[in-house]
């Protein structure tokens, strides 16, 4: 399996090796399924977007079978069709590597790169790949808007402008100005379980996406005229 980052040189080697228990799990699920993507996860979507999905690391199921963000699970489901209500993704979401879906003006990274044992990665492990993703920041310069999904990709977005955690807290549908001048919007990930538990809902999850194209056109001197289809 083949796949082309939209962020050439910014992702870690196929075998990365800067953490030991991310590496155990990624040659358990080699061996257990030998045709999965197994190995970090690149970054999907519009080399030259203006909004940045920080997500917060591949799904088993998911992205590291399929090896594209959120692509194969259930919080795919809600992500790409909310983008896709905005006008923000082109072709049809199917759940495959190679359904055609592509995104406009948007593109998605993750804060952490492996798989973790339990959706879980150690802050030394989220440390371990934060030079990806700060690279990775860096290597979008017309990115304005970012949208974090969960604490863990605030965490990672706010270190990567410079900001202090304690001057930035997580708060679903908050909008911080960091101090690189992009704007960070909050949300609660896109999980099945916030969702099957009311904690995040589609009404809700637009509404962040909402405010990330209402940020964009202030910033822009657009008339915000985008609104979910």
Wanted: with cysteine; glycine share 10%.
């Amino acid at each position: 399996m083949k796949i082309d980052s939209p962020l050439p040189g910014t992702e870690p080697p196929r075998d990365c090796r800067r953490c030991p228990r991310l590496v155990g799990l990624r040659a358990a699920c080699r061996a257990e399924h030998p045709d999965w993507w197994n190995a970090p996860v690149y970054a999907f979507g519009d080399p030259d977007a203006w909004l940045a999905i920080a997500g917060l690391a591949p799904g088993k199921h998911g992205a590291n079978r399929t090896g594209r963000p959120f692509t194969g699970d259930y919080a795919g489901d809600l992500l790409f069709e909310t983008l896709a209500a905005f006008g923000l993704s082109r072709g049809v979401y199917d759940g495959r590597l190679d359904d055609g879906l592509r995104l406009d003006g948007t593109i998605i990274v993750n804060s952490v790169k492996c798989l973790p044992p339990q959706n879980k990665p150690t802050p030394a492990e989220i440390a371990a790949c934060r030079p990806y993703f700060e690279g990775q920041l860096a290597a979008l310069p017309r990115v304005t808007v970012l949208i974090a999904l969960g604490r863990i990709a605030h965490d990672a977005a706010v270190r990567a402008a410079g900001g202090r955690l304690a001057a930035y807290r997580f708060a679903h549908g908050v909008v911080h100005r960091l101090p690189d001048g992009r704007h960070l919007v909050d949300s609660y990930h896109c999980s099945r379980y916030n969702t099957n538990t009311g904690r995040l809902t589609p009404a809700m999850f637009a509404d962040v996406f909402r405010s990330a194209i209402a940020l964009r056109d202030q910033t822009s001197g657009r008339n915000s005229s985008t609104i979910a289809r």
